[in-house]
C-alpha cells in the first residue's frame, strides 16, 4: 500500500490550477478543510467551480477565495450567512447554482459511486425541474443565465404513480476535506456533525486532499470505524489537533465554593 502523506498542505495542494473544481466538505462552520483552503489561498488559485454545501462566512472558510474574487461558480445549499456572497451573486460577478440539501448530497455520493443520474422526487413543481432559476444576473437586475428544465418522468414505486426529476452526478477535479482521524493508506474517521458533507466531497473528487487532527499507523483504526476507506483519498496533510474551530466553543462551570475544600466548610 502506499503512503499517502504529505509534508504541507500547500505541497499537496500546489497542483490545483486555476478553472479548477473542487468539492469541499464542511457543513456551516463546521467540519471546514481551513489549512487546504488557507493554502490554496495563498498560492493564488482563481477561476474556480466550486461545489460545497455553503460558501463560509465574509472571513472565514471559502469566504476567504470569496472575498479575493477566487471563486466564478458555487454549487450550494444554503448561501445566507454571506453578505459579500450576496453582493456578487446579485451584481452578476458569481455564478449560482442552487440546489436542494439531500439532493446535493446525493449528487456527490453518485458521483463518487460511478452513478451518472438519478430520480428523485425533490424539486418536482418547483423551477428546481421547470428551470428558470437566476444563476448568474447581469447587474442591473435582469437573469444573463438561468437553470436550464429537467427531464421529469413518472415512476410507480410501490404501485403508486408520481413524478420524479433527473438530476445528474457531480465528479470535480479535487476534493478537499477534513477528517478527525487517517491512517496512511488514507482510512478516515470524522468526528460527529463533520460527519456531514465531508465523506460525500472525498467521494466526488477526481483526487481527493484530507487535512486530518490525528495520523495513525495502518490497522491501528479498527475496520469497523471507518467512515470512508482510503480507496477515495489520494494525499493527507497531518495539522494536528490544535487548529481553530469556530463551531467549537469551550464553556466551564464555575466551582462551588461551598463544597470547594471537600468537607462542606466554607
Known sequence: MIDKTYGSAAEAVADIPDGASLAVGGFGLSG????LIEALHAQGTGDLSIVSNNCG?????LGILLNDRRIRKMTSSYVGENKEFERQFLSGELELELTPQGTLAEKLRAGGSGIAAFFTQTGVGTQVAEGGLPRRYDGS???????????????APGGTEREYVLEEAIVTDYALVHAKRADRHGNLVFN????????LAAMAGRICIVQVEELVQPGEIDPDAVHLPGV???????VGPDIEKRIERRTVQAADVSTSSGTGEK
Open 232 to 238: 477515495y483519498v489520494h494525499r493527507i496533510v497531518h
Open 57 to 61: 462566512v465574509d472571513d472565514w472558510g
Open 32 to 35: 471546514n478543510p481551513m489549512k
Open 141 to 155: 437586475g435582469g437573469v444573463a443565465v438561468a437553470s436550464p428544465p429537467k427531464d421529469v418522468r413518472t415512476f
Open 192 to 199: 460527529k456533525a463533520a460527519r456531514n458533507f465531508n465523506p
